[in-house]
């Protein structure tokens, strides 16, 4: 097959890995992943995996050779191994470029700001008494979240401050300065919204609709699309994804999480330049999903549909306790005909790990949420 | 994962067995296929392939060392070898029994016939003579179709005689009587149209839409849901589908192939008892696909929704000439965002060999029809 020519790399083997990859064989495409666990998620599907550390030049360069373009699937990854690369004439999208200035959230937000993009007060800061300083009223006051510039993710990387008082704690739980640190002005939200949005070979976009999100100490929980926000909150929700696209210059998927401020104003959060957890409900909820439409971008190919079929519900399946992964409730869940259930494959649970996910859809959103809810009463991951 | 436990064998790695797999995977199973070809369909995203003969005891008994649950995506197999492991204690399901009666177009339609199925008027024969007598104007007339009573497929093992003077041509090209042969009234259709269906362990049912079939020289061309037909007939062809799985007391997924004639009456054609090429369009115009129900059916799972979304065409990619398959025209196919292409992953194109298929959806029938055929001269699979 001709289209079979264009052989995929992708870095990174987890569940966002395995879902391109189940878009990627409809297409008889030939798939080779790096990751460093040789049971990761992708491995059962990938024609060919490269064990090897994320840090380690090696595993990128062995990718390369059977790949004609190289994506990824999580953005902690050698931002030197990929440029070596890329210099190297060996095509990576999105771009090494836009994933150093995502990698690293003080770049991204100032990049988002000198683009007229709204964003949530932010500053660095290496000391205690600097962060002090940014708590005080006249300043970004408290609350306020520190963070590190890289390398978080789940609310990894992630301290609120809530008083004065916990600067000393938050300070000390992100490394007490070892790791570059920034502050960020609290947004006092009504809604937690993202949008899915993909950039083609030629510029061309597509952008699904806005998804609602809840997340339960920091992990996503739920995702309930459409989202209940006005049209015109909707409307520039999806005009800010569509500029973020613009300023990253990438080709691929990109996710914006934003907040929707209690006064109205929508501020972007996060950036990732990767299918995204929250967009995980496109598979049941519209025609071509996230993971189809990164798979046509990357390969130079128009979007499918975006369009929303019904109102869908996403729900994490996370680890409920640590042990060999056992699945409870699937076939009472399945007792609704409008409910699937998404299994990563990842053999040991853990606390909070993202072992899966299922989607309910329905014909109204009221409904399809009470449904999604009850069953997370139902179905379970623990550990035994 | 205690869904994973139940691992599934699959008989045949062609492209049925690699979509049964790509929903299984979703469900993070563990899939064993067995097949001659090392390079099938099914082969890139199975945990583990047996390479063997089908009509092999060998490569069965393997196969069942790796598998809690065993199917099959291909009818032509060895029920003996089957039947073996079934005595052996191991489930196989769609039942042996029910494979040995559809395998045996004679006894197929026997069992039918006899649950007051209506199908063409049909009988055994051995010889030129007993053919003419068959075509007399008293009895069947002709034309009739012969028949060998096994191992045909896709028109093969499908000779019609259209006067008198094709009978010794007919009985020639499918041996000579060395193979069983029937001889069936041809039915003077107005519509050709199948049903996919799935019955459960404990004997629910889950029945898909009415879908008009075109064949173009014996082989599945077109197939267009829903049905251009009276809602009188598309639940009598509903009905029957349900009343074939009762026949054959089968657990999966039933394929029911007839004929609406021109009187108004429908004939059940054909029985498989397994997903179907009529059946692909469910991927894109269902919630849950005949792959996922069939896989749902065999792990004892209640069925997802099998109502249609909305109206969806499905055309077969078949070989346009021999040599290294090249793809042509999916760049413009997916100018149209509805249009999802299938690519089976076989390298060698043959003349009318199945290599992929696209399915178009749309808000109307007419007009996704008119999309459709439209795109058959853009997206081809040719050899080079």
Redesign the interface.
Known sequence: ????KKRIGIVGGGQLG?MMI?EA????L?ITVLDPAADC?SS??C?KLIVANLNDLSGYTELSKHADVITYEWENISVPALEKLEKGGHIIYPSVSSLRTIQNKYVQNAALKKAGIPVPKFALVTNTEEIREYGKPENFGYPLMLKTTSGGYDGKGVAPVKTEDDVDDAFHQLGSGIKELMVEEFVDFQKEISVIACRGIKGEKAVYPVAENTHTNTILDTTVVPADISEEASNKAKEIADKVMSVFEGVGTFCTEMFLAKDGEIYVNEVAPRPHNSGHYTI?GC??NQFENHI?AIL??????TGL?CPAVMVNLLGESDGK????G??EA??D?????????K?ESKVGRKM?HYTV?GESAKDTIKRALELKKIVR?IGE
Chains 1, 2 share one sequence.
């Open positions: 097959m001709e289209i079979a395995k189940l064989k409809r297409l008889g030939y998620p059962s599907i024609d049941e025609f071509a046509r130079g190919l128009p979007f499918g549909d079929i992964a056992k699945l409870l699937l076939e399945y007792n005909p409008n409910v699937q259930v998404h299994i990563y494959g053999s899966g859809v991951i």
